[in-house]
């Protein structure tokens, strides 16, 4: 786990559901009014000032009080398996992982709402009857804080694209799209997929979905990760402070 990842849900702690501010690579956030996520495309530099102090020179002046406390903490991924049993057609159904980690499962359309959600033994979760298809997606809910880290999908063939959205600052965003890596022509329950995302993006919500009309696949099983914030809110600002008036300090 690196400092920008702690940051990132340190922050989350210290701002609740108003956040999250996401400190990935060149794009640098300082609040939820400043978030301007380009929906669809790759990450952008955005240079936010806080006070007359560049965000990206204080992030990097802040990042030696954070690494201190970051040292001794890990990340812990946690999976949920939808091969495990059958459930029949519902709105929605909660799995219980470790650590108090729970995921609501529900479905939808793009365009027209609600679908029901199924988990078939030994082949994965579908929305409607068989598959995720036509325009449907699925909506994970987490009760906690979690970083999607990948999804194993099965009935993909060369045709079959994905979408994944998160849900910050107030709404749905497109996080990562494309296919699943096969050169097979028809899907079926043995040709399966891994998709692997970036553990920048922290959520609570996230919608994975098909990307156009021809697309169908299952998701057979997914892993998130986790991680300990040992600091209080009260240490997150006291570590902001030290870090803004080193900077200060240094550039006066």
């Known amino acids: ?28 956030l300082i609040s939820a ?3 301007d996520f380009p929906v669809g495309r790759s990450p952008h530099v955005c240079d936010v000032n806080l006070g007359g102090v560049k965000m990206t020179s204080f992030v990097k002046t802040i990042a030696a009080a954070f690494v201190v406390a970051v040292v001794g903490t890990a990340a812990h991924a946690a999976s949920f398996d939808f091969t495990d049993q059958y459930r029949p057609s519902q709105h ?4 219980y992982g470790d650590d108090g980690l729970s995921v609501t499962v529900s479905g939808g359309a793009y365009s027209d709402g609600k679908r029901t959600v199924r988990t078939h033994e030994g082949y994965g979760l579908s929305v409607g009857y068989h598959m995720i298809d036509t325009n449907e997606y699925t909506k994970f809910e987490f ?24 849900y910050i600052a107030g709404d749905y965003h ?19 997929a891994s998709v692997y995302m970036d553990d920048y993006y922290v959520a609570k919500h996230f919608v994975i ?8 696949f299952k998701i057979r ?10 600091l209080p809110a009260g240490g997150l600002l006291l570590l902001s402070g030290l870090g803004l008036l080193a900077y200060r300090r240094k550039t006066s």
């Open 33 to 35: 009014a400043c978030y």
């Open 174 to 192: 497109m996080i990562q799209t494309g296919d699943f890596g096969v050169s097979n022509y028809s899907g079926g329950n043995y040709d399966r």
């Open 1 to 28: 786990m690196n400092w920008l990842m702690f940051m990132n849900r340190a922050l989350l702690t210290q701002l609740g559901d108003t956040g999250p501010f996401w400190l990935g690579q060149t794009y640098h």
């Open 143 to 166: 009760n906690k804080y979690v970083s999607l880290h990948s999804f194993y999908a099965g009935y993909v063939d060369k045709y079959d694209d994905y979408r994944v959205y998160a």
């Open 209 to 216: 979905g098909v990307d156009d009309h021809y697309d169908d």
């Open 221 to 230: 099983h997914m892993t998130v990760k986790m991680s300990e914030v040992p």
């Open 92 to 95: 929605s159904f909660t799995v």
